[in-house]
């Protein structure tokens, strides 16, 4: 396995912080075309879904938010 970018970092934890791959694009001056292409890249890299995308909006699976627990801290530091 590779390790990610940064940027795929980045994209994990805004979407995750705000549920949305559009207002994560915002923030981090991208498309969202981009931020999701960076968190499939990541869910294939990984080998397993971090979100659950439906109508309603993103919802972290059990297997994103304990990665990005561990991305947050990463990034905070």
Not at 7 to 13: K, N, S, V
């Given at each position: 396995m590779t390790l990610?970018?940064?940027?795929?970092?980045?994209?994990?934890?805004?979407?995750?912080r705000l549920l949305s791959f559009t207002r994560a694009a915002v923030e981090l001056h991208l498309t969202q075309s981009a931020v999701s292409h960076h968190i499939l890249n990541l869910e294939r890299d990984l080998g397993v879904p971090l979100f659950v995308?439906?109508?309603a909006g993103l919802k972290l699976t059990d297997a994103g938010r304990s990665y990005w627990a561990e991305v947050s801290s990463a990034l905070r530091q």
């Open positions: 990610p970018s940064i940027t795929a970092l980045r994209c994990l934890d805004a979407s995750a995308r439906n109508r």
